[in-house]
Every structure is written in C-alpha cells, then in structure tokens.
Nanobody, 120 residues
Framework: QLQASGGGLVQAGGSLRLSCAAS????????VGWFRQAPGKEREFVAA????????SYAESVKGRFTVSRDNAKNTVYLLMNSLKPEDTAVYHC???????????????WGQGTQVTVSS
C-alpha cells in the first residue's frame, strides 16, 4: 500500500515536500510516479523516478521547479515542489508499477492522495 503525505496550504512561490511511503511491501526495484488531479480535470503525470534514483522524468509544467528523489533504505519517495503556482493546486498521488522496468508504461499500485493548495 502506498500513502502520500506532506500536502497543505501554501502561498504562491512557496515550497512543499511530499512523501510517498510503502507499507506492507517494499518498493523493491520498482519505479515510482507522482500524479495529480485538479477539480474538474483529468489526472496528469507529474514526475517519476526509477528504482535506483538514477533516472527521472518530469512533466514540462513542473520542470525546473519540482524534484523527485528516493531513499530506498526508508522505502520512501519524495517530491520537492518549489516556486509553487496556483495552478499546481491538486490532489497528488504516488503510484508504482507491477513490473520493474523503466520507463514505466502502466502504474498498477496507487495510494491515497494528499491535497496541495496554492493560494495567490
């Protein structure tokens, strides 16, 4: 089971760090992805990181502002979000695939999300 945490209310230009923790199973050799869904919008990809942390991928809208990282010893993946904008407001979810490949084609394991609200 994956659980995202760390969301909250922040002013535009501020920062938040989200965490994605795995319980009941280790992330093992799996990549982890971050996604977000704003009210009335479809879920969109934000960022992903491979199992070693050596490869990452970002949506164009967050490049240069967000950084994904992981600590496999703690079985946790992080999303550091800087220079937040009101349009970053959404529920953020982390997800992992069944397979261990990279890049990831499908994510099968999804956790409960955490709300991020950026005020202008």
């Amino acid at each position: 089971q994956l659980q995202a945490s760390g969301g909250g209310l922040v002013q535009a230009g501020g920062s938040l760090r989200l965490s994605c923790a795995a319980s009941g199973r280790t992330l093992g050799y799996r990549a982890v992805g971050w996604f977000r869904q704003a009210p009335g919008k479809e879920r969109e990809f934000v960022a992903a990181i491979n199992w070693s942390g050596g490869s990452t991928s970002y949506a164009e809208s967050v490049k240069g502002r967000f950084t994904v990282s992981r600590d496999n010893a703690k079985n946790t993946v992080y999303l550091l979000m800087n220079s937040l904008k009101p349009e970053d407001t959404a529920v953020y979810h982390c997800a992992a695939p069944i397979s261990t490949g990279w890049p990831v084609k499908d994510y099968e394991y999804w956790g409960q999300g955490t709300q991020v609200t950026v005020s202008s």
